[in-house]
């Protein structure tokens, strides 16, 4: 951290990345929630800082301060610096110090108590992780991909649905490919970004070693949250796979032709999500897939692409919720945000912008206007053949 020091200091000092360009809105979610600056990025890292260097006394409220970042890198874009890329290690880093000395607050420790204890964040049964599945076969050597279906994808109801919509292109597109069911683990992005170094690389060599004993050479992701860790964080614990987003593969498949589609009338707009855009630079395939589809209009959020405002899910919080209450959630604001466009879809292409983005829209009264659909979801219902 010594080495980092005036850069933190200058960073403390600075706050341009607080804003949008246009300054009439704040681009941090835990920020733009608490509207403390403790909450923003320089003033976390200021914290971060301190509590490295031994400064501070550890708090609950201190540690939620540096757990109530989600991520997503929104700073890290916006930021001029030469450091920028630094940003979200250095908060890692300081949360994996909490980690070891044993000081995260209650709802950390319960999402690392469920992933070691039930492999899933929602202390569900590992035996019910493949019931969603209704004839999705298991994963065999040969298959082509192995599809790698998440925690939220396996569990959550809304989540689900989106793994059978997918499950079902697939198999339209004939796609030879097969799943884990109760032998899938929890990938261990979430469990990185929370600090937890050691319980991530069991995760991971584990995974590895399960893959490899299948002969798996490729992957196909639900979520851009495995997707990120697979491909970028696995080859560091010896993983050696081709890993994609399912946005990827789709738009591959329909550009073939093996998806073929037909009208479907509807006012779409896209949220990108943070670790398929901002970590991984995907941007286009799920805009092409969507403007493939005949009928389909589809209109910008203000804030897209790099600018993207996260649903504040990430690291975790679609479980422990750290930033939500209040009309300053950023779920409820990017619920907000996706409403002016006058689009009646808000499309996601992740699993954990579906399930904050569902309760988002209750909360906002707006059931009855906008609903929330994955990518998979809506080019199933634009297949040609139903
Ligand atoms: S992260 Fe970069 S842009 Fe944001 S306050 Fe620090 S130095 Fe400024
Ligand atoms: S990564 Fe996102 S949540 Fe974390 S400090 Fe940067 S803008 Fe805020």
Known sequence: MEKYAEQIHRCFRCGWCKFTSDYLDLNC????RFRFDTFSTSGRLWLTYAWLRGELEWSEHL?????????CKNCVEQCPMGFADDIVDWIVGARSDMVEKGKIPPRVAHFFEAIHGYGNPLKLLRSDRGAWANGTKRYEPGDEYLFYVGCLGSY???AQKMAMSLAELLNEAGVSFGILGSEENCCGNEVYMLGEIGLFQVLAETNSQKFKELSVKKIVTLSPHAYNTMKNTYPGFGANFEVYHYTQLLYDLIKKKKVKLSQNKAKVTYQDPCFLGRYNKIYDEPRRILQSIPGIELVEMER??????CCGGGSGNFIMDLLAGGEDSPSRVRV???YETGADTLAVACPSCMTMFVDAIKAEN???????????QIVKES???R
Not at 29 to 32: E, I, N, Q
Not at 366 to 376: E, M
């Open 366 to 376: 707006l059931d009855a206007k906008l609903t929330v659909r994955d990518i998979s």
């Open 336 to 338: 907000r945000d996706a």
């Open 304 to 309: 897209n692409r790099e600018d993207s405002f």
């Open 156 to 158: 959550d109801e809304n």
């Open 383 to 385: 297949l040609a053949s």
């Open 63 to 71: 540690a939620e301060i540096l757990y109530s970042c989600t991520t």
């Open 29 to 32: 979610p835990s920020y733009k």
